[in-house]
């Protein structure tokens, strides 16, 4: 659905790094995690095109809707600008939800930067569930990891890593996690997102670890809802055979063994 959703609060949490809640009731009903909002983030012509942002965290109870950005350049910069009590443009919710088994009882949320938002959203339905919750979470430096007390189930275990050890593991979140297995592995099932390289890497180790492994997919949109190809990526079929789909409506989650890297 396209919608006017109002801005409740829109604040840099961590340097360069922006808490938005919105207010917009039927979004908030509709949401899933693993979903996204393809915003316009001004009514001129500049930047022309919507940008995708995923839910972080959808209340149907108070109509809020919560999106956690970067600034990465001029839409995100204005978005940035947006004060409390305005308007957003916002087309959604979009694409396929994450899809959690129901007979695994801890889901390990794996995430790199920015990549943390859907996880947010979905750690706090899994633990609505009763499921067990493992969150490994990976920025270059502390000062980019964001204060996941806020927004995490209170019973959710956080690992953190840094490349540059200022906190937590110093390397990549996804060695963090390898570190981990060494110690006995449990049935869980994995579902991340974050930059494409750490996905890959995930990806090739998971062939070997063998876990059920979701993964949320970023490529640059233009029209959101599937109809222009801009955003699909290369997969492969269970017989071998390469084809594409749209992350913007098949993804943004694929399955780990899908992807085409
Ligand atoms: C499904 C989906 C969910 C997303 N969720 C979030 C989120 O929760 N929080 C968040 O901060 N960002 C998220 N993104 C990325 C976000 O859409 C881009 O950062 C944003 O569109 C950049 O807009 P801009 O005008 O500020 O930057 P631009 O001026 O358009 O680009 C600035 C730089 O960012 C790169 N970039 C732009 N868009 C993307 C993209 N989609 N993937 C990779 N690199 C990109 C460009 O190549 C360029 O180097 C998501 C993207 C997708 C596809
Ligand atoms: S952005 Fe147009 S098909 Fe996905």
Partial sequence: MLAKARVLRNEEIVPGCYYLQLEEWQIARGSLPGQFL?????????????????IAGAFPDSGRVDIIYRIVGKGT????????????????????????????AVS???????GIAPLLFLARILS?????????????????????KEF???????FLATEDGSAGYRGLVTDLFE???????????????????MLKI????????????????EERMACG???????????????????????????PVFDFQEVAW
């Fill in 108 to 114: 390990v949320l794996l995430a790199g930067g920015v």
């Fill in 202 to 217: 995930l990806a090739q180790k998971n062939r070997y670890w063998g876990y059920p492994m979701q993964l949320s997919l």
């Fill in 128 to 148: 609505g569930e009763g499921k067990k919750i493992l969150v490994y979470y990976g920025a270059s430096t502390s000062g980019e990891l964001l204060p996941l």
């Fill in 38 to 54: 393809h915003v316009r983030i001004v009514d001129n012509i500049a930047p022309f095109l919507r940008r995708p942002f995923s």
């Fill in 152 to 158: 995490l189930p209170k019973k959710a275990e956080v």
């Fill in 225 to 251: 809802i599937g109809a222009c190809q801009g955003c699909a990526v290369k997969v492969r079929s269970e017989d071998d055979k390469t084809g594409y789909l749209r992350v913007c409506r098949e993804g």
């Fill in 77 to 104: 910069e204005l978005l940035s600008r947006l004060g409390k009590g305005e308007y957003l443009d916002c087309l959604g919710p979009l694409g396929t939800p994450f899809s959690p088994a129901r007979d695994i």
């Fill in 179 to 197: 570190s981990t297995l060494v110690a006995g592995t449990r049935r869980a099932e994995i579902f991340a997102c974050g930059p494409k390289p």
